[in-house]
């Protein structure tokens, strides 16, 4: 989709919409936080209108990051947290390489085998991952089952190491904190479904935060910023 056509009609221009856009989905704020921020700077700007912005503008972010990923390491850490959805606890599986680097996401209603195996088809199906040499991951039963299914329907290979070590595992267990302290001030995720489709937002902007996308250094802000409006052909 052309910038021309993906901004056409909006009352703001395309670098206010991005920036709030950034904002939410890399810091702790609602909407309502954003929009009084706006409001210092001078831009009036109602929380729903910030609200459908990210709607539309994150999801083709997640998107427009995808081919400027680096390739991440064959050395996996694998684990759950817990996200609220419509007031339950559920199941959160995420995993990165060794150098902290997200591989990719899944939300589910049940911790076992039945849902870490799909989570490990979904890694494996990143064009920016590497096949595991050895996936790391906490004494959770679910996942030598999960292991062995994958290797007998030749999903992973046979080498493959599977490695049970809470210690070894600290770094995801770390990097879990940021999603979770980011989702914090949301209203609530009511389904699955905005469920997943806002933790994509957040893990898009997690990585760029992190420096996986090429030209942009880990916690750089201003090469965040040149690197989200070239990706959506906005001029400097």
Excluded at 142 to 167: D, G, H, M, W
Excluded at 172 to 201: C, W, Y
Aim: with cysteine.
């Amino acid at each position: 989709m052309s910038t021309y056509s993906l901004f056409k009609w909006r009352h703001f221009l395309p670098d206010i919409i991005l920036l709030n856009v950034r904002w939410y989905c890399r810091y702790a704020l609602s909407y309502r936080d954003l929009e009084e921020m706006m409001q210092e700077r001078g831009v009036e700007v109602d929380h729903s209108t910030i609200n459908r912005w990210v709607l539309k503008y994150a999801p083709e972010l997640d998107q427009r990051i995808r081919l400027h990923l680096k390739l991440t390491n064959d050395s996996w850490r694998t684990d759950e947290t817990y996200i609220k959805v419509r007031g339950a606890w559920k199941y959160l599986y995420r995993a990165v390489d060794s150098e902290g680097n997200t591989l990719n996401f899944i939300i589910s209603a049940k911790r076992d085998s039945k849902a870490a195996a799909p989570f490990f088809r979904k890694v494996l199906k990143g064009q920016h991952i590497q096949p595991p040499r050895v996936i790391t991951v906490d004494k959770n039963a679910a996942y030598p089952v999960a292991l062995e299914v994958l290797k007998a329907e030749e999903t992973i290979e046979q080498e493959t190491e599977l490695r049970q070590s809470k210690y070894l595992n600290n770094i995801i267990e770390q990097d879990h904190r940021h999603i979770k302290r980011v989702v914090k001030p949301m209203m609530g995720l009511k389904t699955f479904n905005s469920a997943r489709r806002t933790l994509s937002r957040i893990e898009a902007m997690n990585m760029i935060r992190k420096g996986q996308v090429k030209g942009v250094n880990q916690g750089d802000s201003v090469s965040e910023v040149k690197f989200i409006e070239a990706i959506f052909g906005i001029a400097a």
